[in-house]
């Protein structure tokens, strides 16, 4: 029997999907399109990361770029404040966060990681 997890379900082609990983089927025993039998049980707990205090700070300071955070998709904001809080190193905290704040308004940030590839936002067309 396998311990107790905390995992979250998506909902796709109108079905609910519970997603298993490899350490998670290795404990259950259980080989990729096994069949499983698990108990779901509602998780009340907040999911939201705090926002980092130098990206609060950031986005106070470029009031355009804060627009832009706004008006993202409710998981975009939770995924860019999980990333920063994520980082170990200060000086990586700043880079990524002025990454953020770059890329928030549009402009090309250097090197950018996997969590900005996909555009933040629709930007309107330039006129010709």
Known sequence: ?????????SRYAGAWRLHLNGGMRQAADLEPGDIASVTVEFDPTPR????????LDALAAAPNARVAYDALSPSRPNEIRRYVASLKQEASVRRNV???????????APTLHALMRRPLMRRPKPEP
């Open 1 to 9: 029997m396998a311990r107790p997890t905390a995992r979250r379900s």
């Open 48 to 55: 939201a990361t705090p926002m980092p205090p130098l990206l």
């Open 98 to 108: 002025e990454r953020v704040i770059a890329h928030l308004l549009g402009e090309d």
